[in-house]
Each structure stands twice: as structure tokens, then as C-alpha cells.
């Protein structure tokens, strides 16, 4: 029995397939804030839905009751579904949204690259984003992961130096199941501060938007986020210049990042002034015991 069903038959002209499933690390919601503008930029139709009663757990991830007047008028179940629809050139997309499956990955994982295979998708991008100890006062940076087939794609966005273990999203076995069938695939993961990561971050978002387009020759309009970064950098530079620990903490970092050119995720490098960090991110996100919270001084 198919994991998925097709609503819509439609032959598609090569699309892009950009994953963003919620549920695994996505610091400052930057694949949030790009998979919301992709999907907002135009109008987009239902390709197929995944069989929720075998891949979610209802208790962790429950539905949403409307209620209205004591009258239950029903419930929105958590749905992960493909959608399609188009770049600004009328280049054909696909999006692979909805929560990280809980069960069964290896079977979803089949059914999404056959789907990938029916809809003739030619390159398929991954979206996340990760804390890292990176001043947001330089342009945030993407790291690229990719299965050895699509190492090209990684040299293109940046070379991960070195080696680690962590855990893994879905995410992690769709790209090696998409290298295995010799279909490309990278993820793109922003670079997030991490003393910003609990706070909506559009720096990363709108990063993510700009290295998909490049990544995949497609033609995407990321000037709104641009717009929202701008204010919220204005906003943290405010919060920081108040203290002037945190402003030496941000030097720190700034001489770091600089001194680390080339090692996009910053392997076998802590971040200076860790506790000072630690800090200043529970004043951001409003935990300061005194009840305000980040836009009140």
C-alpha cells in the first residue's frame, strides 16, 4: 500500500523539490521564514498527501479543534504534503512541507523518492538552519551537506572541513537515498548567532532563499525578508550596544568568524565568551526575571 496519495496528475517540467519538515533543527526559524515565503510568493496546488495515521504520532503532534459557541466543528489533522508551484520565471517547484514523520522513515523515505521520481524532479534542496558561533553583524553564511554524489553542489555553497557526528533529521536519509538513486540533492543549513537562535532570525531565511536560487538556477524574490532582517538586526544592535559585555562579546565572535574564512560550521571551534552568550541569549528570548521582554528596555 502507497504512504502517499496523488491528488493531481499534472506532467511538470523538471521542478526543483525544496524539503522544509518541521520537527528538527531550524535555529531562528530561518527554513520557517523561507519555506513561508515560497509558499506565499504564488498561488500553489496539492500534488500529494502522506498517510498521517502510519508516519505521525497524534499525541505529540495532536490536532486543532475549532470550536465555536461549545460547538466542536472539527479538527485539522497534521498533514505532510507535496505542493507545486513555480518561481518568478515560471520555472516549476515543488514543496515537500508538513511535520518530520515520527514513525516508519525508511518506508517514507522510498515513497518520497519514487514521488520524486514520478513528478520528474531534476535536483532536490533541503532547507534548515543551525546555531553557531557567528557575530550577526556579518552576512550569515551557508554550510552545505550533500551524499558524494552531489559533492559539486556542497563545493558550490561551502565545504564542511573537517568530520562530525550528530544526530540526524529525515533529512539526512533523503539525501542519501537521493544520491543512491543518482538524483542531486543538497541541503542548505544557515548559520545562525547563536545567542539569536530562540528569536525569529530573517537573516537566515532570507540566506536559504537566496542560496536555493543559486543553488538550483531558479529566480526567487527574497527582498521582503531582506527588508525584515534589516529591522530585526537594528533590533539586536540596540539590545547589544545597552551592555557593554555583550558588545565585546560580539567583537570576539566577529574576530573569530573572520579568522575562520573557509570553515563554514566552524568545526573543533567553541564560541568566545560561551557563558557571556548564554546570557545575553536568555535576555533576548525575555527571561531576565524581570518580566520584560526583548523589545522592552
Known amino acids: 500500500m502507497s504512504l502517499y496519495e496523488r491528488h493531481d496528475e499534472r506532467t511538470l517540467d523538471e521542478p526543483v523539490l525544496v524539503v522544509a519538515l518541521e520537527g528538527w533543527v531550524d535555529a531562528g526559524l530561518g527554513a520557517d521564514g523561507a ?17 498521517g495515521e502510519a508516519l505521525i504520532d497524534q499525541r505529540a503532534r495532536r490536532p486543532i479543534a475549532h470550536i465555536s459557541g461549545g460547538i466542536n466543528e472539527g479538527l485539522t489533522w497534521p498533514v505532510i504534503q507535496v505542493r507545486a508551484g513555480t518561481d518568478r520565471l515560471g520555472g516549476d517547484m515543488c ?39 557567528a557575530p550577526h553583524t556579518r552576512p550569515v553564511r551557508l554550510a552545505a551537506t550533500a551524499p558524494q554524489a552531489s559533492a559539486d553542489l556542497v563545493a558550490q555553497v561551502g565545504v564542511v572541513q573537517g568530520e562530525i557526528d550528530v544526530p540526524s533529521g529525515v533529512w539526512g536519509a533523503l539525501e542519501i537515498a537521493f544520491g543512491e538513486v543518482g538524483l542531486p540533492a543538497v541541503g542548505l543549513w544557515a548559520r545562525v548567532p547563536h545567542y539569536v537562535s530562540g528569536m525569529t532570525f530573517p537573516a537566515a531565511s532570507a540566506a536559504l532563499l537566496d542560496g536555493l536560487a543559486a543553488v538550483a538556477g531558479l529566480t526567487l524574490d527574497s527582498a521582503e525578508l531582506h527588508t525584515s532582517a534589516d529591522a530585526s538586526l537594528r533590533q539586536v544592535d540596540d539590545l547589544i550596544a545597552k551592555s557593554s559585555e555583550h558588545t565585546a562579546m560580539v567583537r570576539q565572535l566577529e574576530r573569530s568568524v573572520d579568522a575562520a574564512e573557509g570553515n563554514p560550521l566552524d568545526v573543533g571551534t567553541l564560541p ?26
Not at 520524486?116 to 534548515?128: D, E, N, W
Request: hydrophobic residues 50%; charged residues 20%; aromatic residues 8%.
Open 272 to 297: 568566545t565568551g560561551e557563558e557571556l552568550a548564554a546570557e545575553l541569549e536568555r535576555y533576548l528570548r525575555g527571561d531576565r526575571g524581570d518580566g520584560a521582554g526583548p523589545d522592552e528596555p
Open 95 to 133: 514543496f515537500l512541507v508538513g511535520p518530520e514523520p515520527d514513525f516508519r522513515w525508511a518506508a517514507f523515505v522510498e515513497a518520497v523518492v519514487t514521488l520524486a521520481g514520478a513528478l520528474g524532479v531534476r535536483m532536490v534542496v533541503g532547507l534548515g538552519a543551525f546555531p553557531a558561533p
Open 35 to 51: 519555506i513561508t515565503a515560497l509558499l506565499s510568493a504564488g498561488p500553489t496546488e496539492l500534488i500529494a498527501t502522506f498517510d
